[in-house]
């Protein structure tokens, strides 16, 4: 599994941000065809934003299901409309963010026929990558 593959070493550069990931899988897996060097950039650039933007202590949540996602605490909901593209910089203004990771994403996303979004839920960033067969059921 990809996430197996890149935890570690994502871990080990965000230890300093003492996030603690919390990883759920449910009985179906979320299983893709897809090149895989673009699903680990996708599933890398997604895990990357949870850890950089996530607050000190904080709990980072990866879920697989129908859909696969991931959550984390914030303050106040992001522009949704402008969160995928190029060059975006939220409130805070991350200067260890390019600004590219979500932009990248989506485009992987939407090339493999998945639909990459975004939602405020109790206090907590929520992105969802869905798959498009799923979406129209």
């Not at 065809?33 to 895990?47: E, K, M």
């Not at 879920?63 to 914030?74: A, D, M, T, V």
């Not at 390019?98 to 994403?105: D, E, H, N, P, S």
Request: net charge neutral; hydrophobic share 35%; with cysteine.
């Amino acid at each position: 599994e990809i996430l197996d593959e890149l935890l570690p070493d994502l871990m080990d550069i965000y230890e300093h941000k003492q996030v603690r990931l919390i990883r759920k899988r449910e009985e179906q897996p979320f299983i893709i065809r897809c090149n895989h060097s673009l699903a680990q950039i996708l599933v890398s650039n997604l895990v990357k934003n949870s850890l950089l933007h996530n607050r000190k202590g904080e709990v980072a949540g990866v879920y697989y299901s129908r859909f696969s996602g991931h959550q984390e605490y914030g303050d106040a909901p992001l522009d949704g409309e402008k969160l995928f593209r190029r060059f975006y910089h939220g409130m805070d203004g991350k200067k260890d963010s390019t600004g590219l990771g979500l932009a990248i994403a989506r485009s992987i996303a939407l090339s493999s026929s998945l639909k990459l979004t975004y939602e405020w839920q109790d206090g907590m960033h929520t992105f969802r990558l869905v798959k498009e067969s799923e979406i129209y059921r």
